[in-house]
């Protein structure tokens, strides 16, 4: 079945770079998505990438698509400490969201 | 306007009540979703309706009854829970469902079965 897997965990510190890394095995679906939630809150689609781009940049975003090794990745230019999240990557294949485990994004000031 | 609304914000119920949780969108989305999400897990997709049609239901327990009353309105009637039932109960909407649309999510119901 499909499957998206993603690390559970990443620390950095304030104004660092941060990158969020996620493997997808479906690879017929037309957009591939992140969301956000912070704590106690829904999910906040945060952004998403065509599949037959490899870059998408929007403010301090930058996602990464390589298609050929089924990879996508969400970087966060000067982390800030309200980027404090989990970060779920999310695949729509087969029409239902297949969702990632998430990322718990650590920021220290 | 991007916003999906879920009432009340927190439950608690004993397992022999009975009540319901709410979701509402003016997007015009023909697609409604209920979600299960433990804490530090991602969501589980629980039913889906499509014109206000239920087209998925995840093998879901019976005590989780879902109604869809019109195109903007979701209900989720819950009887005789149990307390492995205690989670964050998200709704969803999308333009429509299945291909590839965005799904946009609520702000989720904290529901406690003691």
């Known amino acids: 079945g499909e499957d998206v897997e993603q690390s559970l965990f990443l620390s950095v510190r304030e104004g660092d770079s941060s990158v969020i890394n996620c493997t997808y095995t479906?690879?017929?679906?037309?957009?591939l998505y992140w969301y956000k939630q912070e704590p106690g809150a829904g999910l906040q689609l945060l952004t998403y990438?065509?599949?037959?781009?490899d870059m998408k940049q929007d403010q301090r975003l930058t996602v990464l698509l390589n298609k050929k090794d089924k990879h996508l990745s969400l970087r966060i230019a000067d982390t800030q400490t309200g980027d404090s999240a989990i970060y779920f990557c999310a695949d729509p294949g087969a029409g239902k969201l297949i969702f990632g485990q998430g990322t718990t994004l650590q920021v220290k000031p | 306007d991007t916003e999906v609304t879920q009432t009340p914000k927190h439950l608690v119920m004993g397992m022999t009540n009975k009540k319901s949780l709410k979701c509402e969108q003016h997007?015009?989305?023909?697609?409604m979703y209920w979600y299960k999400q433990k804490a530090k897990k991602p969501p589980e997709l629980m039913f889906v309706y499509s014109y206000e049609k239920l087209s998925i239901n995840e093998s879901v327990p019976s005590r989780f009854s879902p109604e869809c009353p019109n195109s903007s309105l979701l209900n989720l009637h819950l009887h005789a829970l149990q307390p492995e039932d205690s989670a964050l109960y998200l709704c969803a909407s999308s333009p429509t469902s299945g291909g590839d649309h965005e799904q946009y999510f609520g702000p989720g119901t904290r529901l406690t079965v003691t």
């Open positions: 990438i065509f599949s037959n781009m």
């Open positions: 997007m015009g989305h023909r697609a």
């Open positions: 479906d690879s017929s679906s037309t957009y």
